[in-house]
């Protein structure tokens, strides 16, 4: 079964400070695409960051990075420097290559709030 | 930047009635996806189309549900007997033409979806 486990529900920060969000998940596929979504309270979901399995090299966009180990199928969300603009749900989610597969999987979410 | 648009935002129904969930991808985008979020759940996919017909489903969108592209910048989603565990925030996501695993899918703002 493919499966995306985000193991924490509820997480919080303080404004200006790192956070990182985890993530697991489960193919048999060797080639994939995984990503972040960010959902704020307005509830639009947003590409925040995404990665393909086939590279090495973590992506980062400005203030989010990620930590990919492919071997674990882990995928981590860092966020430095955090905002009050950061605060919503934060999705992992993972799409297979090739084939027929072209709907994402996601994970439960976990909810971010980054406090004054 | 364009977005993906859906109305209605909100929706209450009464069991067994039908509703049509409608979504505007954005005008480039030739993939058009439906997902949903039951409360405190996944997001799930339900059905990816393509070309005016839908290239996969899962096993949710069963007889109930129906997918149209009626002109040239709607795509709807309709339940034809809603029934209670049909209540849930409905997503409506599009993609460009190209390999669809890497193309980036842009969500809406959803509709709540109530079922009563």
């Known amino acids: 079964a493919q499966t995306v486990t985000q193991s924490q529900p509820e997480m919080s920060v303080q404004e200006a400070e790192t956070v990182t969000l985890s993530c697991t998940y489960d193919?048999?596929?060797?080639?994939?695409?995984l990503f972040w979504y960010k959902q704020p309270p307005s509830r639009q979901m947003i590409l925040v960051i995404r990665?393909?399995?086939?590279?090495?090299q973590n992506a980062t966009e400005n203030r989010f990075s990620v930590n990919f180990q492919k071997a674990a199928k882990s995928f981590s969300l860092k966020i430095s420097d955090s905002q009050l603009g950061d605060t919503a749900m934060y999705f992992c989610?993972?799409?297979?290559?090739?084939?027929?597969?072209?709907?994402?999987?996601f994970g439960k979410g976990t909810k971010l709030s980054v406090k004054p | 930047e364009p977005e993906v648009t859906q109305t209605p935002s909100h929706q209450v129904t009464q069991m067994g009635q039908e509703v049509i969930l409608r979504c505007v991808p954005i005008?480039?985008?030739?993939?058009f996806y439906w997902y949903r979020q039951i409360l405190g759940q996944k997001v799930e996919f339900l059905v990816s189309?393509?070309?005016?017909?839908?290239?996969?489903k899962s096993e949710i969108f069963d007889d109930q549900f129906s997918v149209e592209r009626p002109d040239g910048s709607n795509f709807t989603l309709k339940i034809r007997s809603t029934k209670l565990e049909d209540s849930a925030m409905y997503f409506c996501?599009?993609?460009?033409?190209?390999?669809?695993?890497?193309?980036?899918?842009?969500f809406g703002p959803g509709t709540r979806l109530l079922v009563l």
């Open positions: 989610a993972f799409i297979n290559y090739g084939g027929s597969q072209g709907n994402l999987i």
């Open positions: 193919t048999s596929e060797n080639n994939y695409y």
């Open positions: 189309f393509y070309n005016n017909e839908i290239s996969e």
């Open positions: 996501a599009s993609s460009t033409n190209l390999d669809r695993a890497q193309e980036t899918q842009y």
């Open positions: 990665q393909e399995a086939y590279k090495q």
């Open positions: 005008s480039n985008h030739l993939y």
